[in-house]
């Protein structure tokens, strides 16, 4: 990575200087943060139908439900990211994820849904607020190290999530009380906040850190963030599609068994998994434009592959590609937020993450707009034209960084 860039902050002294020993326990703890967020936000997915039949919502109250959960998340990235700039990641950290660890317990033992409604919205807060901070650690470790590793911290979201849904659902299977494995599930997110959270990086402006001087009003004016938001969108809009959209095509276009089907989802999400932990490496020797330009292209093909074959094997495949296309998007634009020259890493990173979070929230809804009006081969048609749209556009923005 290079520094030479006038729109690059360089490094801080502060984490370059750090012992060998200090620097791979924060690489570890952060993993470790990555690892327990996806692992509680599967959680809570995995417990979206109990909430239905536990509160008799219908669609629309569900909708609403759901809502909260990404109205709080909003609502933490646009006002915590100074605070969180202010305290340090470690303290945000800390307190980002035991308030999403308590509101998880609390989901299923509120006894209504009026009360539902604003434990859900404290429950994205914190999930955002820890997205925010350790993704701000994710960047200051990777400066520390003095190598890329924010694809693979990405990664470990990833395991964290399929662990947290094959787990649940085993224990759910065993007849263990859905509000007990919410429970325990936020039981080992507390204990693993605990005691990762002291080899957290601090993560606290010096008078040596370019970040020192950032402000509110130069992350809102910063024409850098909002190109690298941009992208960020159109890139989550193809990704929340296919997580929304991908089993829909299986079962209704290709005609797909209920057990392929579902195997559409688990393509994408395990060619995301390979991407993360590949993407260092790749981002290391041929630099950020040009491994997004080749996971971007790679995902267009994947999707129009799926559309114009479609048949299961590939069909799967496409969805396949396509996660491997995508899995670097976010950990590389990330890491390019949090070194935004004269903003400190939390600003940049809430703010590109905030765009982001509207695509992957829109995304499947104009999909499903555009399919009521045509067909669903034409609504996924969008997604294959993200992709080349951020293939296009992503190098350029990102060759000017020097990322």
């Known amino acids: 990575m290079s520094d030479h860039s006038p729109e690059l902050a360089p490094l801080p002294a502060v984490h370059r200087n750090l ?3 200090a620097r791979n326990r924060a690489r570890n703890a952060t993993m470790a943060l990555f690892f327990i967020a996806g692992m509680v936000y599967a959680s809570w997915g995995v417990h979206v139908p109990t909430v239905r039949d536990k509160f008799h919502l219908s669609p629309a109250l569900l909708s609403i439900a759901l809502l909260a959960v990404a109205g709080g998340s909003i609502a933490a990235m646009a006002t915590n990211a100074k605070w969180i700039a202010r305290v ?6 800390l307190a980002g994820g035991l308030t999403m660890s308590l509101c998880a317990a609390l989901i299923l033992v509120v006894p209504f849904y009026w009360l539902l409604l604003p434990v859900l919205a404290l429950f994205g807060a914190g999930m955002a607020t820890l997205d925010v901070a350790m993704n701000a650690e994710a960047s200051a470790v990777e400066t520390a190290l003095a190598r890329p590793i924010m694809s693979t911290l990405h990664g470990m ?6 662990a947290g849904a094959a787990v649940g659902g085993a224990l759910l299977s065993r007849g263990m009380a859905p509000a007990l494995h919410l429970a325990l599930a936020a039981a080992v997110s507390a204990i693993v906040l605990l005691l990762a959270c002291p080899a957290v990086l601090p993560h606290v402006p010096h008078a040596d850190d370019p970040h020192h001087h950032g402000s509110r009003a130069n992350r809102w004016r910063s024409p850098v963030l909002w190109a690298l938001g941009a992208i960020a969108l159109i890139a989550l809009i193809a ?4 997580y929304d959209w991908a089993t829909v095509y299986m079962r209704d276009v290709v005609a797909a068994t209920p057990a392929l089907a579902s195997a559409a989802y688990a393509a994408f999400s395990g060619g995301m998994a390979a991407g993360r932990f590949a993407g260092d490496t790749v981002r290391a020797r041929f630099g950020a434009p040009q491994l997004v330009r080749a996971s971007a292209s790679l995902a267009c093909a994947g999707m129009i ?5 479609p048949y299961s094997f590939a069909a799967l495949t496409g969805f396949a590609l396509m996660g491997l296309g995508l899995a670097n998007m976010m950990p590389v634009l990330f890491a390019a937020a949090a070194r935004v020259k004269g903003i400190h890493a939390a600003e940049g990173l809430a703010h590109v993450a905030g765009l982001a979070y509207f695509g992957l929230l829109f995304g499947p809804v104009v999909i499903g707009g555009v399919t009521q009006a045509t067909n669903l081969s034409i609504g996924l048609s969008i997604v294959a034209l993200c992709a080349a749209l951020v293939a296009f556009v992503g190098p350029k923005v990102l060759g000017r960084l020097r990322i």
Do not use: H, I, Q
Not at 239 to 242: H, I, P, T
């Open 305 to 309: 592959g799926a559309l114009l074959l």
């Open 19 to 21: 012992p060998a020993a």
């Open 239 to 242: 990704e929340g599609a296919m």
């Open 88 to 93: 340090g990641t470690r303290r945000a950290c």
């Open 157 to 162: 979201f990833s395991v964290g999530g399929m």
